[in-house]
């Protein structure tokens, strides 16, 4: 593992999101990718918070800009924007409630609907240290996700079981599905690479300073 200086120029820029009930866990997810770090005691994400992580993957620098989705319904309307642009999303739910897990197929609409149509999903059932009291078995996340055509894991933010794990998954899907995508058009374009392919990964996502969000920062570069 080595450090990387955060403004060192990436080679993409990925946005992703979290999404799910409030109270799964998806800040503590973030703050345990993003930082190493976990409160038992965090309150609700009111709005948007995002954080940034560097990451190599397949020898190409890859800044990471997640974003911390609330999970209250009277916060939708405001971060139903936030969605543009996104190229991957953790969709949470908490392993001990049920309804969090009944929840899913409400997310799913949402972000199909708000969302790129080749979003990359990851279905994450967190809390999985909390076995005792369990209400969603594995299995019921794992047939969920291959009915979805999606990724499955299940995590600990607290335990960081998984966590790293599920971002990089997330994260090596949507670089294998751009670099496909600028293969393409390079093949389109008689052998050259347009400007428009080479960018795909981050032409949409040049809008940070246009919306009101807490930042979070991490310089931790993964080989």
Request: charged share 25%; aromatic share 8%.
């Amino acid at each position: 593992m080595a450090v990387d200086s955060f403004d060192e120029e990436c080679d993409y820029l990925f946005k992703a999101v979290l999404v799910g009930d409030s109270g799964v866990g998806k800040s503590n997810l973030l703050s345990r990718f993003a930082k190493d770090e976990f409160h038992l005691d965090s309150k609700p994400t009111i709005g948007v918070e995002f954080a940034y992580r560097n990451i190599r993957v397949g020898g190409k620098l890859i800044k990471a800009q997640i974003w911390d989705t609330a999970g209250q319904e009277r916060f939708r309307a405001i971060t139903s924007s936030y969605y543009r642009g996104a190229l991957g999303a953790l969709l949470v739910y908490d392993i001990t409630r049920r309804a969090t897990f009944e929840s899913l197929r409400k997310w799913l609409v949402e972000l199909r609907e708000q969302g790129s149509s080749d979003m990359v999903i990851v279905l994450v059932g967190n809390k999985c240290d909390l076995e005792n009291s369990r209400e969603i078995n594995q299995e019921d996340g794992q047939s969920l996700a291959e009915l979805e055509g999606i990724s499955f894991l299940e995590t600990s933010a607290k335990e960081n079981l998984n966590v790293e794990e599920a971002f990089l998954q997330m994260i090596t899907k949507i670089h294998r599905a751009v670099s496909q995508k600028a293969l393409e058009a390079k093949a389109i374009n008689g052998g050259r690479l347009s400007h428009t392919s080479s960018l795909q990964g981050r032409k949409e996502i040049i809008h940070i300073d246009e919306v009101t969000a807490t930042k979070h920062t991490s310089t931790c570069c993964l080989h």
